[in-house]
């Protein structure tokens, strides 16, 4: 069981310019999340899934987006990157069971905006 | 913002001792969840209590939780220099999001 597959691990990206973030389960679960990790800021959501096909905006949503075309896969889009998007981003599933469920997080993709 | 607060930031011990972590929120739950994380790793859950529950135990972790104040702590008795990490607390609020806590850094000597 791969549980949750984040790639890349490492980007470097110059500003303005585009890329996708790729999230996969293998676990069927129905809720998948992206979060940003920052140092003293912990980590804060910025798009969420609750199904494929469903999707909704979290805390820090601007400057992303996201689909959900399948179960498996929740892509988050860097639509023109800015050094304020430099961070550490992460993947998680949980299934649902109206969210009494733990989380299972990807180990993360450290991406640098210069 | 919806995060809670989570005291203290940081925390340092020497093994054999215990560590308490707190978590304090601001809305309903319907469950709030302890994370562990290791420097340059994804979180790994360690715990979740219901809000109907008061308290829960697992290993070493000890977890409470008032739902009349908004807060849980965490407790790790008799802690090892493998504990070393980052711990999160994180609350379910309607909708389904997970909302984090800034974490407490752990630091356990040998």
């Known amino acids: 069981n791969a549980g949750v597959t984040q790639t890349p691990k490492f980007q470097v990206l110059k500003t303005g310019q585009s890329m996708t973030l790729q999230c996969a389960q293998d676990m069927n679960h129905e809720y998948m999340s992206w979060y940003r990790q920052d140092p003293g800021m912990g980590l804060r959501l910025i798009h969420y899934s609750v199904g494929a096909g469903i999707t909704d905006q979290g805390e820090v949503p601007n400057g992303y987006n996201v689909s959900r075309s399948t179960t498996e896969d929740f892509p988050l889009r860097l639509l023109s990157a800015a050094p304020s998007q430099t961070s550490v981003y992460f993947c998680?599933?949980?299934?649902?069971?109206?969210?009494?469920?733990?989380?299972?997080f990807g180990q993360g993709t450290r991406l640098t905006v210069v | 913002s919806q995060q809670g607060e989570e005291d203290p930031q940081a925390l340092s011990i020497q093994e054999g001792e215990n560590a308490t972590m707190n978590c304090s929120y601001k809305?309903?739950?319907?469950?709030l969840q302890w994370y562990r994380q290791n420097s340059g790793r994804g979180l790994v859950h360690l715990i979740l209590?219901?809000?109907?529950?008061r308290e829960k135990h697992s290993g070493r972790l000890r977890v409470t939780l008032d739902t009349s104040k908004k807060s849980s702590s965490l407790l790790i008795t008799a802690s090892r220099a493998a504990d070393t990490a980052s711990y999160f607390c994180a609350r379910r609020n309607q909708g389904g999001k997970l909302i984090f806590g800034q974490g407490t850094e752990l630091s356990v000597k040998p």
């Open positions: 809305t309903s739950i319907n469950n």
């Open positions: 209590i219901r809000s109907n529950e």
């Open positions: 998680a599933s949980s299934r649902g069971d109206r969210g009494n469920t733990e989380a299972f």
